[in-house]
Every structure is written in C-alpha cells, then in structure tokens.
C-alpha cells in the first residue's frame, strides 16, 4: 500500500500562512492525494484532494510537486479555528480510508 | 453538511455484553466507514463496506462484527465487549473511494467497564 509522511507536529502564528509537507514516494500514477483534518473533540473533515494539478478551494491549496512524490497543503491565513491534526492520505481504486498519524498543528495567538 | 448520524452518542456497558452501535446515512453514498480512535493511536479502520452486503476487515477488526442491510445504515457490533473496547467511534460515509469527500458522524464514545 502506498504510505504517506508527515512531521509529527508544527505551530504557526495566527494570520500567517502555513505550510504543511507530505512525502509520498511510492505513490502510483492512479492514486489520488487526500487531506483530512481532524478539529479537537471532532470527527474528521474533508479539506482537498488532487491528482496531478495544484488545487485549491475555500479551505485551502494543495500544491503537489511535478513528481507527485511530495505535497504541500497551504492555510493562506492561519486561524485559532486551525489548529488540528492534518491527514494527508492516498486513494486510488476501491483502497478504503486509511489515516495515518499526521500533523498536529498548533496556532499562536 | 451530508447527513450521518451516529447512535446513541454515548454509552456505558458492562464487559462481556453486546453492544451495537449504528450510523445512519442519508446521503445515499455507498461507501461506509468505522473507526476507533484512541488517545496515540490515532483513527484505525475496524471494518467497511462498499454496498449493501458487501463489507471488508480494516485494520483492528477482531472482536467486532458489520452489517449492512440497507445503504443508509452501517451497524457495528461488539459481541461480547471487552475493556481494551472502551473508545471514540466514528464513522463515515462517501460515494466513491478515491475521488470523492467522505463524511464522518460525531462519535460514539464507548466505555467498557
């Protein structure tokens, strides 16, 4: 199964962008790329998806390099509302919705 | 928001009994999800089902059954519940499993004493 690494943690500053890295370097040609995420005391929320082109939508953009082995999910303007654990996670075929750790992000006031 | 509804949203049960949680959907979506999250484990698949009758084993599927009757009802179910139980559970539901958004309920938290 194709796997996804994030860092386990990251904190940003209220109002600023935030980037959020997520290596995939055995994904295949028909995976598709997912990020989820996670509020506190929260079940999970769709963010974005991509297969090939950067995205984006009202939530946020998903950049994805030319290789597709890595991409980056972008918050333009960091909110307190945020903070999360982020799932990036690869979909292809009939593969169910697996997550892995992800990252946590923290937002400073 | 689609519609997915988990029920009851809290319980509390005596190890050894049967427990069946249920997640109903409206939103027609023939993929149905169940997790368990646990404080450093994350979100673990237990089972899922892509149609009516037709379900699989995820990741941490030993001690609980599925069933699905109906497209709009996903039921899980402890058969004789266990301590190591005592959990968040959600679940979630999607059209398709690669191209779409998935809908995830509220959670159901279980606590086995």
């Known amino acids: 199964d194709a796997k996804t690494t994030q860092p386990n943690s990251m904190e940003s500053n209220e109002e600023e962008p935030v980037h959020l890295p997520c290596n995939h370097s055995t994904i295949s040609g028909t995976d598709y790329i997912h990020w989820y995420r996670q509020l506190p005391s929260q079940g999970p929320e769709y963010v974005i998806h991509g297969l090939t082109s950067n995205v984006n939508n009202r939530m946020a953009s998903l950049a994805i390099a030319e290789d597709r082995k890595s991409s980056t999910l972008i918050l333009h303007r960091a909110t307190l509302r945020d903070a999360a654990v982020y799932y990036c996670i690869l979909l292809s075929g009939n593969t169910p919705l697996v997550f892995g750790k992800g990252t946590r992000l923290s937002v400073i006031a | 928001d689609a519609g997915i509804t988990q029920s009851p949203r809290h319980k509390v049960t005596e190890t050894g009994t049967p427990v069946t949680l249920r997640c109903h959907q409206t939103?027609?979506?023939?993929?149905m999800y169940w997790y368990r999250q646990d404080p450093g484990h994350g979100l673990r698949l237990i089972h899922y089902s892509y149609g009516v009758k037709d379900t699989d084993k995820g990741e941490v599927s030993d001690g609980y059954s599925v069933s699905r009757s109906k497209t709009e009802d996903f039921l899980l179910t402890l058969e004789s519940a266990t301590s190591s139980q005592t959990s968040v559970y959600f679940c979630a539901s999607g059209d398709r499993g690669f191209n779409t958004e998935a809908f995830f309920g509220q959670g159901t938290r279980l606590t086995v004493v």
């Open positions: 939103e027609n979506h023939r993929y």
